[in-house]
């Protein structure tokens, strides 16, 4: 007969919660950095997440909402916010991308402008290969 509390049995593994998981999506999917300060933040998630949420669940979705969800203080994350804030997540990165893209452009005109580049030295040809 086993003890209540066995040392030998196997612990559970080391998994996120819900309301962490969604907090670590807000915070990619909204950085402070492209907003400047927390309320700006808030309020575009806001803007984004409401239609999204609000169709698939029975309540309002609201500003607090998303403090919440942005504090990690959230009781519990319904699916629909999981997804929502995926969503958000993709958009975000794809904003990266098209800046990164642009800002290497700016970037091989500055260049082109000093002085003849050589084939090995263009970045659209990195790019290429990568893409």
């Known amino acids: 007969m086993l003890p209540k509390t066995c040392k030998r049995l196997p612990k559970r593994g080391k998994e996120m919660s819900d ?16 907003y400047g300060k927390v309320d700006a933040l808030l309020y575009e998630a806001y803007r984004f997440l409401k239609p999204r949420v609000e169709n698939r ?9 998303c403090e919440t969800l942005h504090r ?6 319904d699916g629909a916010e999981l997804d929502a804030l995926k969503e958000a997540r993709i958009e975000e990165m794809k904003r990266e991308r098209k800046e990164i893209i642009e800002r290497l452009a700016a970037l091989e ?10 084939a090995s030295e263009t970045l659209s ?3 290429d290969q990568a893409a």
């Open 109 to 118: 005109g500055r260049l082109a402008r000093n002085g003849p580049l050589s």
């Open 19 to 34: 309301v962490a998981y969604a907090q670590s999506l807000f915070r990619e999917a909204f950085p402070k950095s492209r």
């Open 72 to 77: 990690g203080t959230a009781r519990r994350v």
């Open 125 to 127: 040809e990195g790019r």
């Open 57 to 65: 669940i029975e309540r309002p979705f609201t500003i607090r909402r």
